[in-house]
Each structure stands twice: as C-alpha cells, then as structure tokens.
C-alpha cells in the first residue's frame, strides 16, 4: 500500500521511526516532512498528506505533531480526508473499519514509539466493513455533509 507521511518539528523524532517501521511493514512510504526540529506550522504538513489522498498519489496517510489534536483538525478541513487521532489499536483499526479512516493521527508527546507502532500495524491491516449495510449508511452521511459544507477546490481531484 502507498502511505503518506508527514510531522511538525514536534512530531519529526516519532515520525523517523515510523517511517522506517511502516517501510518494515512492506509499504511504499513518501515522507512529506519534516525533515528535522526546527520549528514549523503542523498544518502544512496535513494539507501536504491531504493532497497526496486526494490526488490518488497515496492510499491513506500517517500525521504527527506533538498531541496530535492540531494535525488532526487540519487535514479534517480537506474534501476527502477522514483523520482521526488514536492511541490505541482498537480505535486504529475501528476506525478504518466502521469510517472508512483514511488517515491515522498520532500524538508524540502522548505515545511512544512501541505503542505507536502498535496502532500503525493495526490501522495499516484494517478495510472497511463495506459489506455492513450500517457502515455504509454512517459513510454515505458523513459524506454529504461534506458535499453540503465543503467547497472543492478548483483544479483537485473533487473539483472537477
């Protein structure tokens, strides 16, 4: 599977070794940023995720940053993106399973990088349940508050 990841300066130590873990995995990985501690503004690295999902360059994606909330809310704000932050395997692998998660937020001053590899692994083998008529119907909602809210941008893959 392809997968896109990206971190702020708070999430890039966590972020390293997540990398390397999901490539162990067997994955094809492209690493966003970034690329080292100097200070840098979480949401441009959801929105550099975010794309990859929505241009079909990935299949889902991985963001930290340092409690993972702001990552989170970020890449929530793009047509498409369904983030949702975890920090234990049952919500790694729900959430793929029930929502149809497409990115995996983590906290690196709330986990460490065992747990985070838990979740990872867990989130990574998890498919929607597409066969459950109520997983569908949940989908198909929250999809059209995001057709009603959520303006494509011009020139995207939504925005034909």
């Known amino acids: ?3 896109a990841i990206a971190s702020d300066h708070a999430g ?15 994955h094809d990985v492209q690493d966003l940023g970034a690329y080292n501690t100097e200070p840098s503004d979480y949401p441009d690295f959801a929105a550099l ?8 360059e ?27 932050m975890c920090h234990d395997t049952y919500s790694a692998h729900q959430g793929v ?8 937020v983590l906290g690196a ?14 989130y990574l083998k ?5 066969k459950e008529e109520r997983f569908v119907r949940r989908l198909n ?11 494509p941008v011009a020139g995207t893959a939504l925005g034909l």
Do not use: T
């Open 97 to 104: 399973e029930h929502d149809e998660m497409n990115v995996l």
């Open 1 to 3: 599977m392809k997968i």
């Open 126 to 130: 998890a498919n929607f349940i597409a």
């Open 12 to 26: 890039f130590p966590l972020k390293e070794e997540v990398r390397d873990y999901v490539r162990k995995l067997g």
């Open 49 to 56: 995720v975010g794309k990859a999902l929505m241009s079909g």
């Open 58 to 84: 990935v299949e889902r994606g991985i963001l930290i940053c340092g409690s993972g909330v702001g990552v989170c809310v970020a890449a929530n704000k793009m047509p498409g993106v369904r983030a949702g």
């Open 109 to 122: 001053r709330i986990i460490g990088a065992a747990l985070a590899f838990e979740c990872v692994e867990s």
């Open 141 to 151: 909602k929250v999809k059209a508050i995001e057709k009603q809210y959520m303006q």
